[in-house]
Nanobody, 121 residues
Framework: VQLQASGGGLVQAGGSLRLSCAGS????????MGWFRQAPGKEREFVSV????????YYANSVKGRFTISRDNAKNTVYLQMNSLKPEDTAVYYC???????????????WGQGTLVTVSS
């Protein structure tokens, strides 16, 4: 599975962005899809994950209630709608695919290249 993330950019605090992650291959719908982020000087951290059917989702406490993950398997795409953005959300955001549903980066077999989100105060 090859993944291509897009949708990042510069936004003011309180604003919104929607990230997309397009996957290639007919097996896309067989994978749980996650979003991670890495801020400058920090380790990569889990943001959200969605099951292969879309019926289960899980969020990091830091984004719960502000971010929404979704997927469209017909389009081989997973989305991350980010609302009420804060400067601390500034990071490179990565999408990733895993056979198992979970939040550990070690579960994920395939990673996209990342898209930069910058939130100004």
């Amino acid at each position: 599975v090859q993944l291509q993330a897009s949708g990042g950019g510069l936004v003011q605090a309180g604003g919104s962005l929607r990230l997309s992650c397009a996957g290639s291959g007919r097996t896309f719908s067989s994978y749980a899809m996650g979003w991670f982020r890495q801020a400058p000087g920090k380790e990569r951290e889990f943001v959200s994950v969605i099951s292969w059917t879309g019926s289960n989702t899980y969020y990091a406490n830091s984004v719960k209630g502000r971010f929404t993950i979704s997927r469209d398997n017909a389009k081989n795409t997973v989305y991350l709608q980010m609302n009420s953005l804060k400067p601390e959300d500034t990071a490179v955001y990565y999408c990733a695919a895993a056979v198992r549903f979970g939040s550990s980066p070690g579960l994920y077999d395939y990673w996209g290249q990342g898209t930069l989100v910058t939130v100004s105060s």
